[in-house]
């Protein structure tokens, strides 16, 4: 019997997807593990893995469709077999933000039936993905003016890019409060002077979740210095025993095993905000902030307090090559419990980071440097230190658990024969 393949989550937030393109073609045999497809959301470009094995026997959307997430995009099953025609793929329920309803359209529904809330509904039968609404709102769309072609007349991202200008109205229905909106510093300028560039989505998602971190979570922050000098003389001794070819030990490597295991003993700052609730996590998966041509992405790793150091940096530095390449995995970017973000590289001596929420936190790091220090015995000389600060959401820690989880993580760091254990 056939099986389908779905639009998978990526993210807590994530409520579609543009299918970009099909890897594999009808009739093709596909496995578990297998690139079906990629599909493009706010944040990158993702091969999409098949979770069932049999023969593709029929595509469920077309390549540039907007899917929701949870819709069959794809059915397979034995070779041969035949299958039934398919509706359009209904849109799995999403949950919708509070701040964010705004106008919104589509055929209307009988009157006597209720739309079920957080189904993209509004009065009338209307219905729009998150995404699309965010949109009508930034460029004055009025939703009701619009015709959805998502599954079931549903507006989405595709339907409000192409409405045309006209269809903007000055006085929206406004049901409840609405978020802060971009703010205006005049009319955007315009001549042989100045280039103008759309921003791109992946910078427009960065900017609204940045936004809403700091505008939601009550930030503080607490820096100390490291020795790192330890550290660096055995990352070195590592690299040069390792055979040709092998994936070197980086920095960062090091930084997050450290982050991994001080968080077994900081367990409250391995959590994520809810309201009224917190969920802290058994696993420690570290988010790594990694630096794209448009903006950032960040790539996880799994159970970094469990994971080898040399097996941590191969998986690292493959997912962040992915990253880069366009080709991340579901899984690359999924189930970060905190984050590590380091301009280390980029010659950047100290700075603070913005947590992603609803994580607890996020570590800057800055740049090893050669300093003056006084040793123990009162003289002067040359040292290698680096500066980390924590960010950490007053909602759910305060200055003194954080300050605790720097001294114990500046022990790992100048003690670095314990990120071998």
Same mark, same amino acid.
């Given at each position: 019997?056939?099986?389908?393949?779905?639009?998978?989550?990526?993210?807590?937030?994530?409520?579609?997807?543009?299918?970009?393109?099909?890897?594999?073609?009808?009739?093709?045999?596909?496995?578990?593990?297998?690139?079906?497809?990629?599909?493009?959301?706010?944040?990158?470009?993702?091969?999409?893995?098949?979770?069932?094995?049999?023969?593709?026997?029929?595509?469920?959307?077309?390549?540039?469709?907007?899917?929701?997430?949870?819709?069959?995009?794809?059915?397979?099953?034995?070779?041969?077999?035949?299958?039934?025609?398919?509706?359009?793929?209904?849109?799995?329920?999403?949950?919708?933000?509070? +701040? $964010? @309803?705004? /106008?919104?359209?589509?055929? =209307? &529904? *009988? %009157? !006597?039936?209720?739309?079920?809330?957080?189904?993209?509904?509004?009065?009338?039968?209307?219905?729009?993905?998150?995404?699309?609404?965010?949109?009508?709102?930034?460029?004055?769309?009025?939703?009701?003016?619009?015709?959805?072609?998502?599954?079931?007349?549903?507006?989405?991202?595709?339907?409000?890019?192409?409405?045309?200008?006209?269809? +903007? $109205? @000055?006085? /929206?229905?406004?049901?409840? =409060? &609405? *978020? %802060? !909106?971009?703010?205006?510093?005049?009319?955007?300028?315009?001549?042989?002077?100045?280039?103008?560039?759309?921003?791109?989505?992946?910078?427009?998602?960065?900017?609204?979740?940045?936004?809403?971190?700091?505008?939601?979570?009550?930030?503080?922050?607490?820096?100390?210095?490291?020795?790192?000098?330890?550290?660096?003389?055995?990352?070195?001794?590592?690299?040069?025993?390792?055979?040709?070819?092998?994936?070197?030990?980086?920095?960062?490597?090091?930084?997050?095993?450290?982050?991994?295991?001080?968080?077994?003993?900081?367990?409250?700052?391995?959590?994520?905000?809810?309201?009224?609730?917190?969920?802290?996590?058994?696993?420690?998966?570290?988010?790594?902030?990694?630096?794209?041509?448009?903006?950032?992405?960040?790539?996880?790793?799994?159970?970094?307090?469990?994971?080898?150091?040399?097996?941590?940096?191969?998986?690292?530095?493959?997912?962040?090559?992915?990253?880069?390449?366009?080709?991340?995995?579901?899984?690359?970017?999924?189930?970060?419990?905190?984050?590590?973000?380091?301009?280390?590289?980029?010659?950047?001596?100290?700075?603070?980071?913005?947590?992603?929420?609803?994580?607890?936190?996020?570590?800057?790091?800055?740049?090893?440097?050669?300093?003056?220090?006084?040793?123990?015995?009162?003289?002067?000389?040359?040292?290698?230190?680096?500066?980390?600060?924590?960010?950490?959401?007053?909602?759910?820690?305060?200055?003194?658990?954080?300050?605790?989880?720097?001294?114990?993580?500046?022990?790992?760091?100048?003690?670095?024969?314990?990120?071998?254990?």
């Amino acid at each position: 019997m056939a099986q389908s393949v779905l639009m998978p989550k990526l993210g807590f937030d994530m409520a579609e997807g543009t299918l970009v393109r099909w890897r594999k073609n009808i009739g093709e045999t596909v496995g578990p593990g297998e690139v079906i497809a990629e599909i493009e959301t706010d944040k990158a470009t993702i091969e999409i893995e098949s979770s069932v094995t049999g023969s593709l026997l029929k595509y469920l959307v077309k390549e540039g469709d907007v899917v929701p997430v949870g819709a069959e995009i794809a059915l397979v099953g034995e070779a041969g077999e035949q299958v039934a025609e398919a509706a359009a793929p209904a849109p799995a329920p999403q949950p919708e933000p509070a +701040a $964010t @309803p705004g /106008p919104q359209t589509a055929p =209307p &529904a *009988p %009157a !006597a039936v209720q739309p079920a809330a957080g189904d993209g509904h509004l009065p009338g039968g209307v219905k729009a993905s998150p995404l699309a609404r965010r949109i009508a709102q930034d460029k004055g769309l009025d939703l009701a003016q619009i015709a959805g072609t998502g599954p079931g007349g549903r507006i989405v991202r595709r339907d409000v890019e192409q409405a045309v200008p006209s269809q +903007a $109205t @000055p006085t /929206p229905v406004s049901l409840a =409060p &609405a *978020p %802060a !909106a971009i703010p205006s510093f005049g009319a955007v300028p315009e001549g042989p002077d100045v280039e103008i560039i759309p921003t791109s989505k992946l910078r427009t998602r960065i900017g609204s979740r940045m936004v809403e971190s700091k505008q939601q979570a009550p930030h503080f922050y607490v820096t100390t210095e490291m020795d790192v000098e330890a550290m660096l003389t055995l990352r070195k001794l590592i690299n040069d025993s390792l055979e040709e070819g092998a994936t070197k030990i980086s920095v960062n490597d090091m930084i997050v095993k450290a982050t991994a295991l001080t968080l077994r003993k900081f367990p409250n700052l391995n959590s994520h905000f809810y309201g009224d609730r917190i969920a802290r996590y058994r696993r420690i998966n570290i988010g790594i902030a990694v630096a794209l041509g448009e903006g950032l992405i960040n790539v996880v790793a799994r159970d970094a307090d469990r994971t080898a150091l040399g097996t941590l940096a191969a998986q690292n530095k493959a997912m962040i090559d992915r990253a880069r390449e366009g080709k991340v995995r579901p899984e690359d970017i999924e189930g970060a419990t905190f984050t590590v973000s380091n301009l280390g590289p980029y010659d950047v001596d100290h700075f603070i980071a913005i947590i992603n929420p609803p994580e607890a936190g996020i570590l800057a790091i800055g740049a090893a440097r050669r300093v003056p220090v006084v040793q123990k015995d009162g003289t002067v000389g040359v040292g290698t230190r680096m500066k980390i600060t924590i960010s950490v959401d007053h909602r759910i820690s305060d200055g003194a658990e954080a300050g605790q989880f720097l001294q114990e993580m500046k022990r790992l760091i100048e003690n670095p024969l314990s990120l071998l254990v």
